[in-house]
């Protein structure tokens, strides 16, 4: 068995009525919102007083073990390293920016699911996913994050559906003329709309 799973973040096996819940480490201001990423998860109790918190739909991309980015993740008493998709470091980078005062709780699948390569990771992926859609469908909100490229502020940079409602806002007949925003365009061509996945992640918390 891969001790790695057997310690820090991961050392409890989640059931099928358990979620592991992350939030990010906040730094004060004035410090380097790129240093190493940290946060905590916590396990709760699907049905007894887990906290509010917000699922992230993103989507993973090439997973490169010799490059990815390392999130140092603790339990409360142990803490761990592991790698997450570059897709997904840089949303975290950019939440971390923003300098808000305390990160929610969040529910982001490859950092609230044990991905190690061992026999318990593996049950707790099986019941983790089966339970996906009661997961997003329990959700405060859900956040759509497209990548780094797909966003021109601040704002944009975080809810891209914010940034639809602002220029239909503006101009509802913004699709009845024979081209599109360069931005707008790039929104609609990025690679996370083939993802099958965002039925399950939009659509039951619709």
């Known amino acids: 068995m891969n001790q790695l799973s057997r310690r820090g973040p991961y050392s409890h ?34 049905e007894d007083g887990k906290p509010h918190y917000r699922a992230l739909s993103y989507r993973w991309g090439t997973r490169n073990a010799g490059t990815d980015p390392h999130i140092r993740l603790s339990n409360g ?22 300098k808000t005062d305390e990160s929610p709780w969040m529910w982001i699948d490859s950092i609230c699911i044990n991905q190690h390569e061992d026999p318990e990771a593996f049950q707790e992926r099986g019941r983790q996913v089966a ?13 759509i994050w497209l990548g780094a490229s797909a966003y021109r502020d601040a704002e944009e940079f975080t809810n891209p559906v914010r940034w639809l409602h602002k220029y239909l806002k503006v101009d509802p007949k913004l699709f009845d003329v024979p081209w599109m925003p360069e931005h707008l365009n790039e929104i609609c061509q990025n690679p996370y709309w083939l993802r099958l996945w965002i039925i399950q992640e939009i659509c039951e918390h619709s």
């Open 77 to 98: 008493s142990e803490s761990q390293s592991i790698s997450i998709p570059k897709n997904l470091y840089d949303y975290l980078i950019t939440l971390k920016a923003k």
């Open 13 to 46: 096996c989640l059931e099928r009525d358990e979620i592991r819940l992350f939030k990010l480490a906040i730094p004060p201001s004035g410090r380097d919102a790129t240093a190493q990423l940290k946060g905590r998860v916590e396990v709760f109790k699907v």
């Open 131 to 143: 339970c996906m859609d009661r997961t997003y469908a329990s959700a405060d909100t859900v956040t």
